[in-house]
T-cell receptor
Framework: KNQVEQSPQSLIILEGKNCTLQ??????????LRWYKQDTGRGPVSLTI?????NTKSNGRYTATLDADTKQSSLHITASQLSDSASYIC?????????????FGAGTILRVKS | KAGVTQTPRYLIKTRGQQVTLSCSPI?????VSWYQQTPGQGLQFLFE???????NKGNFPGRFSGRQFSNSRSEMNVSTLELGDSALYLC??????????????FGPGTRLTVL
C-alpha cells in the first residue's frame, strides 16, 4: 500500500532554534518527493521538490534531504522564526503513465514560541 | 501572474443537498487536481483533469465528480451531501518544470460545512 508517514505529529520549539521533521514512505513507483508548508486556513505552498537522483535541496532556511534507498526524507529548519509556525506536509508522487497522483503524509504541526 | 483562485471560499449546506465548487488555475496551466482535507484524514486526492479529460482518480464514491472546461477552469460537484463531507477542498494547478517534475500550486481552498 502506498503510504507516507511523518513524525513527529506535532512539535513546539523556541524561536531561533533548529528542528528536523521526518518522512518515511512506501510509495512505488516513486517519481518525486515534495515538502509543503501550510498555514492555518490556507492552501499548501511548495518548499522543495526532489527527484530520485537528488539527495538534498535547500530553500532559504529550509533544507530537505532524501535517501531513496531507505525511503526516508527529512526537512531541516534553521534558526526558526515565529512565521514558521504551520503544518509541514511530505508528499510523494506516484509515477503514472499519465499525470500526477500524489500521496500525502498527515503532516507535522510546528509551533514556534517566542 | 495571478495564483489559483477558488470560489466560494466558504459554504454551508445541509445533508442531502448538492454543491458545486469552482477553481480557476494559473494562466497557462492545463492540469487541475482536486483534494479533500480533513483533520482526521489529512489531504486526500480526489481527481486530476488535463485538457478537459479526467486522467487520474482517487478512492472517493461516485457522489464526487468533476469536470474541466476548455479554458482549463474546473468544477467539482458533490451530490447528496453527508456530514462527513465537511472539509477543506483544495484545488491545485500544475505545469511542468523545465526538465523536471510538475510544480503544483494550490489555491486557498473552499471550506465546506455540512449541517
Amino acid at each position: 500500500k502506498n503510504q507516507v508517514e511523518q513524525s513527529p505529529q506535532s512539535l513546539i520549539i523556541l524561536e531561533g532554534k533548529n528542528c528536523t521533521l521526518q518522512c518515511n514512505y512506501t510509495v512505488s513507483p516513486f517519481s518525486n518527493l515534495r515538502w509543503y508548508k501550510q498555514d492555518t486556513g490556507r492552501g499548501p505552498v511548495s518548499l522543495t521538490i526532489m527527484t530520485f537522483s537528488e539527495n538534498t535541496k535547500s530553500n532559504g532556511r529550509y533544507t530537505a534531504t532524501l535517501d531513496a534507498d531507505t525511503k526516508q526524507s527529512s526537512l531541516h529548519i534553521t534558526a526558526s522564526q515565529l512565521s514558521d509556525s504551520a503544518s509541514y506536509i511530505c508528499v510523494v508522487t506516484l509515477h503514472m503513465e499519465y499525470g500526477n497522483k500524489l500521496v500525502f503524509g498527515a503532516g507535522t504541526i510546528l509551533r514556534v514560541k517566542s | 501572474k495571478a495564483g489559483v483562485t477558488q470560489t466560494p471560499r466558504y459554504l454551508i449546506k445541509t445533508r442531502g443537498q448538492q454543491v458545486t465548487l469552482s477553481c480557476s488555475p494559473i494562466s497557462g496551466h492545463r492540469s487541475v487536481s482536486w483534494y479533500q482535507q480533513t483533520p482526521g484524514q489529512g489531504l486526500q486526492f480526489l481527481f486530476e483533469y488535463f485538457s478537459e479529460t479526467q486522467r487520474n482518480k482517487g478512492n472517493f464514491p461516485g457522489r464526487f465528480s468533476g469536470r474541466q472546461f476548455s479554458n482549463s477552469r474546473s468544477e467539482m460537484n458533490v451530490s447528496t451531501l453527508e456530514l462527513g463531507d465537511s472539509a477543506l477542498y483544495l484545488c491545485a494547478s500544475s505545469a511542468p518544470l523545465a526538465g523536471g517534475p510538475n510544480e503544483q500550486f494550490f489555491g486557498p481552498g473552499t471550506r465546506l460545512t455540512v449541517l
